[in-house]
C-alpha cells in the first residue's frame, strides 16, 4: 500500500503526489541509512549495539548532552532515547552523570568506546560522500540544493507543530 492511496486526491494534483512521493523517500532513507549502518558494523564486528545507538553516539560527539536535548533536536523519534541511553551507559559506550543543578537531569558523554563507534560511523558517511561524489551520483550543487529544500520542509512542519494550540 502506498502513501498515494491514504489521501483524496486526483491524478492531476502533482504537487500533492509530489509531496507524497518525498514523504515516502524521506522514509525509506532514513531506515536504509540504518540498513547501511547495520551492515557496515556487521562487517568490523560491532554487534552490542544497533544502528541507532551508533547513529545516537555519532550525534553527540564530543557534547555532554541530556536525553530531553537529544529527544528535542528530533533525531530520534519512533525509538526510546532513554531506553538506548540506558544501554550504551551499560555496554560502557557513554558515561552518564547527574546534573548538579537539576538532579533529575542526567547528563551524558561518550567513553572512549563511544569515540570509537563515532569514527567507525564518521568514517562510512565520509566513504559514501567520496563515493556519491566520484560516481557523479550527486553534484555539490545539488546536495546543497537537497539540504535547502529539506530545511524548508523542516522549517514549515516545525511552524505547523508550534502554531497548533
Known amino acids: 500500500m502506498s502513501i498515494h ?6 491524478t492531476t494534483d502533482t504537487f500533492v503526489n509530489d509531496y507524497l512521493d518525498s514523504l515516502a523517500l524521506v522514509e525509506r532513507l ?3 541509512l540504518l540498513d547501511v549502518i547495520k551492515d557496515e558494523f556487521e562487517r568490523v564486528g560491532i554487534l552490542e549495539i544497533n544502528a541507532v545507538q551508533a547513529l545516537l553516539l555519532f550525534n553527540v ?5 541530556t536525553a ?3 529527544k528535542s ?5 519512533g525509538s526510546n532515547v532513554s531506553y538506548n541511553l540506558k544501554k550504551l551507559v551499560e555496554t560502557g559506550y557513554m558515561h552518564h552523570q547527574r546534573c548538579e543543578i537539576d538532579r533529575r537531569s542526567v547528563r551524558v558523554k561518550l567513553t572512549d568506546k563511544g569515540r570509537a ?3 567507525v560511523v564518521g568514517k562510512l558517511f565520509a566513504r559514501h560522500a567520496d563515493g ?9 550543487d545539488q546536495l546543497t540544493q537537497i539540504n535547502t529544500c529539506l530545511r524548508g520542509v523542516e522549517r514549515y512542519w516545525a511552524d505547523q507543530i508550534r502554531f497548533i494550540y
Open 30 to 32: 532514513h531506515r536504509l
Open 73 to 77: 533536536r528530533g533525531y530520534y523519534q
Open 117 to 119: 563507534v563515532r569514527i
Open 68 to 70: 530531553g536535548e537529544l
Open 5 to 10: 492511496s491514504t489521501i483524496d486526491t486526483t
Open 132 to 140: 556519491l561524489a566520484d560516481k557523479k551520483a550527486l553534484t555539490q
Open 61 to 65: 560527539g564530543n557534547n555532554e548532552v
